[in-house]
RNA sequence: UCCUCGAUAGCUCAAUUGGUAGAGCGAGCGGCUGUUAACCGCUAGGUCGUAGGUUCGAAUCCUACUCGGGGAGCCA
């Protein structure tokens, strides 16, 4: 297609021919003009064609272009005002259908998560998808591209394990020429043994965990990077993924805006990701979620949401008033639209309002040793204006392999990073212990069979240094970059419990 | 594994609380010279998730199951 023009080189080509390949994203024929929406991968524009002599030929071709259809067309780009985007293509001299679609299954009104979910392969044509999808990327490039830069090897670790990681209970089991074997759920065993060979060193992969959670958060299948350092201490892990977080943020400022715009992100939040992130141990997070401050922020949650749910009820009476009094269908229409959205916002606020009570008992009596819940995460990030790190928890609900503090023998030196508005943890890391007794100790602890750690010990008996790294979700990373509520738009082909088409 | 909500046309949802199953979108046909989820008219489209039960009568009530949403636990 050598004489081929995207959609975004449109405007230097205003005023000449061009031919543009794509799909019918919208087609709206009228009695004598048609407008085709072309969608082409870089992006969308507007076809006129207005019905004369020249045009008559390939007219009704246009306008038997359905939704989806694939197509050529030759025009000449003009800037417009009526057009959406400011440029669109007018005189047409050719026009030709290349695939047809009939019965497109996305139509351009409302659907269920879980048609769309089966049209996955079709979904993420859409507007919406298609811009997430472009963010996805560039956070994809910017986490490899800041790892490289800084001078981190890329260390490709077993996707095919044996039975290590943090926890058996959640591997997916897969036979390995009759042998037991597991996916992957994290490379980072693997990736401490590289950085004794490379100092600076990540994984970057697919990984897997056979958890049964139905949650907006969780995926079986999720992209993890998981960078190494030898030599460092624990303050040197937290700023390097400080200055990774903010590295990533601020690459897709620089290149994602528009898609950032499109999908409705406030660009002002995510411009408000700075260092220094706060650090926080666990023993004063524990302080905090008993303090006055975390029982004020529910109650003033219970307070406006109540106040918001009596707005909409009061919405929704009005709504179907006017819906019962209007004279026109499409009134109708709009106002049994809106009835439903405001429903269902009723309904989320009411489930809300019911957690409310469970989230404060938690927190009220919130013990220290136990790990922080989904709600705990959720208040402590709220009670700050940036990412939070959460440091120094309690040994026992931690891997066996996090560095024990040696001030403080109750805690390792480990954290958490906790994104902010409730999206929860992105980053878990730690120091590692470097002493072989201590660890071999831990190992026996957690009752992991020590014959399978015989080469993760080697490490500690030649040579070993003070090390640590973390891991960070690529999926919860772009959820909340992006502001999503649900985890599955922010990879292809999400992969969840009972989940695995297409 | 547990709690909770749901399943009605291809899609999104209604059905006055047990009494003849309805609308919009989409599809088909016709109309319209500037549309932005276009608009206007007409047409077709249903075993109300499955299996039982209660009842003169069930989309509506009861039981079980299947599938899905949200959450807990666990986690990135």
């Known amino acids: 297609m050598k004489d081929r023009i995207y959609v975004t080189d449109l405007k230097n080509h205003v005023g000449s021919s061009v031919t543009l390949y794509g799909w019918v994203a919208k087609a709206r024929p009228t009695g004598k003009v048609a407008f085709i929406t072309i969608r082409d991968g870089s992006g969308t524009c507007q076809c006129v064609l207005e019905k004369n002599e020249t045009t008559e030929s390939f007219f009704d071709v246009a306008k038997k272009l359905s939704q989806e259809s694939s197509f050529t067309i030759t025009g000449t780009p003009c800037l417009e005002e009526r057009a959406p985007g400011g440029v669109e293509v007018r005189d047409i001299t050719a026009c030709n259908i290349i695939g047809e679609s009939a019965d497109y ?102 990984t897997f965990r056979a958890e049964k959670s139905k949650t907006r958060r969780h995926l079986t299948e999720f992209w993890m990077v998981e960078p190494e350092m030898a030599f460092c201490e624990m ?3 937290l700023e390097l993924a400080e200055n990774f977080v903010c590295s990533v943020v601020q690459r897709i400022l620089k290149d994602n805006r528009d898609d950032i715009e499109a999908i409705g992100r406030d660009i002002a939040s995510l411009e408000a990701i700075q260092k220094p992130f706060h650090r926080l141990r666990y023993a004063d997070a524990v302080e905090m979620l008993h303090g006055p401050k975390a029982k004020e922020l529910l109650e003033n949650d219970l307070t406006e949401k109540t106040a918001e749910i009596e707005g909409l009820n009061n919405k929704i009476t009005e709504l179907e008033e006017s819906g019962k009094t209007a004279k026109k269908q499409w009134q109708k229409e709009k106002a ?36 922080l819940g989904g709600s705990d995460e959720t208040i402590i990030s709220r009670l700050h204006d940036r990412p939070v790190f959460v440091t120094h928890y309690p040994r026992e609900v931690k891997a066996f392999y996090m560095r024990v503090d040696r001030d403080d023998d109750r805690v390792v030196e480990n954290f958490d990073l906790i994104a902010p508005q409730g999206y929860g943890e992105v980053i878990g890391g730690s120091m590692r212990e470097e002493n072989h007794d201590i660890l071999l100790e831990r190992i026996k602890a957690h009752s992991l069979p020590v014959e399978n750690f015989e080469w993760y010990l080697d490490l500690r008996r030649y040579g070993s240094v003070p090390h640590g790294g973390f891991g960070l979700g690529v999926e919860r990373t772009v959820a909340w970059l992006c502001g999503l509520k649900h985890i599955r738009e922010t990879i292809p082909y999400p992969r969840m419990l009972g989940k695995i088409y297409p």
Not at 136 to 158: H, S
Not at 337 to 362: F, G, S, V, W
Request: hydrophobic share 40%; glycine share 6%; with cysteine.
């Open 105 to 206: 299954p996305i139509t351009p009104k409302a659907h269920g998560v879980d048609f769309l979910m089966k049209q996955r392969h079709l979904w993420f044509r859409s507007q919406r998808q298609w811009h997430i999808l472009r963010i996805r990327a560039t956070i994809v490039d910017a986490i490899r591209q800041f790892f490289n830069g800084e001078g981190f090897k890329l260390i490709d670790t077993p996707i095919f394990a044996p039975a290590i990681g943090e926890g058996a209970s959640t591997l997916f089991e897969v036979d390995y020429f009759d042998e037991q074997v597991f996916l992957a759920q994290t490379g980072q065993l693997y990736v401490e043994a590289a950085c004794m060979a490379h100092d600076k060193v990540y994984c970057f992969g697919p």
């Open 336 to 371: 049994a639209q809106d009835i439903q959205t405001a429903r269902e916002e009723r309904t989320e606020l009411e489930e809300q309002i019911a957690n409310i009570p469970t989230h404060m008992k938690l927190a009220a009596e919130f013990q220290f040793g136990s790990d």
């Open 235 to 237: 303050d040197e892990v």
